[in-house]
């Protein structure tokens, strides 16, 4: 019998636990099969790269935003920069994210030179067995040369750039970065506040 105040003892020793474990056993079979499915689904829609194109974005957050990474897809402003309609990137290739807004002129620049890059190795194959090709169609030599492209198209560059070092000078060593900083911040705090007082003075 249970003393003072605990827990009566009410263990469950018949719930057949056996047959509810999970396995994966089956583990290194559907990595095979996976790798298959990647491979007829590349020689069904050959000689069609097997990704898409992405822009170039920063995560969110303070923590991350001073790194980048492949995005969903170009924003509209990015496509017509570019000279590319919705349609056509969808056609040829390109990732399109109609909600993406760009923030800055020099993400819309990198975005809009990777297009530019993109559509001048691009090759278009004409539609059907056509003798003339139409405006846009590359031309029988450049199809018969493609080759498929696997994997990420223009991957983002890897590697760490080399750190430089400087001498450090007398003016180096005299400076304060914290003072400098309030100084700076204290400054804009007060602008508004000093160009009212300038004006009331031209007003008197």
Known sequence: ?????????????????????????????KKKARRLARKAKAAAIAPRPTQLLRPVVHPPTQRYNHKTRLGKGFSMQELKEAGITKSYAKSVGIAVDHRR???????????????????SKLIVFPI???????????????????????????????????????????????????????????EAKLAGIRRGKAAEGDKE
Not at 2 to 29: E, G, L, M, S
Not at 101 to 119: D, F, G, I, P, W
Not at 151 to 158: A, D, R
Request: with cysteine; charged share 25%.
């Open 101 to 119: 807004t760009n923030l800055s002129v020099e993400s819309l620049q990198a975005n809009v030179q990777r297009l530019k890059e993109y559509k």
């Open 1 to 29: 019998m249970v003393r003072h105040n605990n827990v009566i003892p009410n263990q469950h020793f018949h719930k057949d636990w056996q047959n509810r474990v999970k396995t994966w056993f089956d583990q290194p079979a």
């Open 128 to 186: 059907g067995r056509v003798k003339k090709p139409k405006a846009g169609d590359s031309t029988t030599a450049e199809c018969r040369a493609a080759i498929q492209t696997t994997g990420t198209i223009q991957p983002l560059p890897t590697g760490k750039k080399p750190v430089e070092f400087v001498s450090v000078s007398e003016e180096l060593k005299k400076f304060r970065a914290y003072t400098h900083l309030r100084v700076v911040v204290n």
